[in-house]
């Protein structure tokens, strides 16, 4: 943790998705509150909805990302697979849906999709402690594109084998494309 206050002091901006790995826990009550501590610092949350449903079985996604937003950071994301995702931020909650493709291995596609928001934010100059005000008053309109093009990224990745992420230019429509919306 100490790692991420002085990240947030150099200027940066502090991703997090917890990617539960229920197997691998000795302790869950101390990995619910290691949980609740790192989203507590990170500006941007990402976390499926199989983590959130170990995590907090007897409450909604929704709910939950609607509590960690409100704990601290910027934005908090749902995804929910071939389903698309959830987004909530201070001016409430943006939704992209799935697109249908062919799944051949779901290898990074959790990644692929963090990666791809990531450089969204950066492309879109919201990146930086400096820039945190004007992250967390993204417009409904800016998340939906950033979320489109991440679910896209996604979606090419789990179509093909390996941890296989798209290039750039496969994200623009040239050289891989992916079927229509669900």
Same mark, same amino acid.
């Given at each position: 943790?100490?790692?991420?206050?002085?990240?947030?002091?150099?200027?940066?901006?502090?991703?997090?998705?917890?990617?539960?790995?229920?197997?691998?826990?000795?302790?869950?009550?101390?990995?619910?509150?290691?949980?609740?501590?790192?989203?507590?610092?990170?500006?941007?949350?990402?976390?499926?909805?199989?983590?959130?449903?170990?995590?907090?079985?007897?409450?909604?996604?929704?709910?939950?990302?609607?509590?960690?937003?409100?704990?601290?950071?910027?934005?908090?994301?749902?995804?929910?697979?071939?389903?698309?995702?959830?987004?909530?931020?201070?001016?409430?909650?943006?939704?992209?849906?799935?697109?249908?493709?062919?799944?051949?291995?779901?290898?990074?596609?959790? &990644? =692929?999709?963090?990666? $791809?928001?990531?450089?969204? +934010?950066?492309?879109? #100059?919201?990146?930086?402690?400096? @820039?945190? *005000? /004007?992250?967390?008053?993204?417009?409904?309109?800016?998340?939906?594109?950033?979320? &489109? =093009?991440?679910?896209? $990224?996604?979606?090419?990745? +789990?179509?093909?084998? #390996?941890?296989?992420?798209?290039? @750039?230019? *496969? /994200?623009?429509?040239?050289?891989?494309?992916?079927?229509?919306?669900?």
């Amino acid at each position: 943790m100490q790692a991420l206050i002085e990240a947030r002091r150099a200027s940066a901006t502090i991703s997090y998705d917890p990617n539960i790995r229920p197997t691998l826990i000795a302790d869950a009550a101390r990995a619910r509150e290691r949980v609740r501590q790192l989203v507590s610092l990170a500006d941007i949350v990402k976390v499926s909805d199989e983590d959130l449903g170990w995590l907090h079985p007897d409450r909604t996604p929704l709910d939950v990302a609607r509590q960690w937003r409100a704990a601290g950071p910027a934005i908090v994301i749902v995804t929910r697979g071939g389903n698309g995702a959830t987004a909530v931020t201070a001016d409430g909650v943006v939704e992209v849906p799935g697109l249908n493709v062919a799944v051949i291995d779901t290898v990074g596609a959790g &990644d =692929t999709f963090m990666a $791809a928001v990531i450089d969204g +934010v950066f492309e879109a #100059g919201l990146a930086g402690r400096a @820039r945190w *005000e /004007l992250l967390a008053r993204i417009s409904n309109h800016q998340l939906e594109e950033i979320l &489109d =093009t991440a679910v896209r $990224a996604a979606a090419i990745t +789990v179509s093909r084998q #390996g941890a296989n992420p798209p290039w @750039r230019q *496969e /994200l623009a429509g040239k050289g891989h494309s992916v079927s229509e919306r669900l």
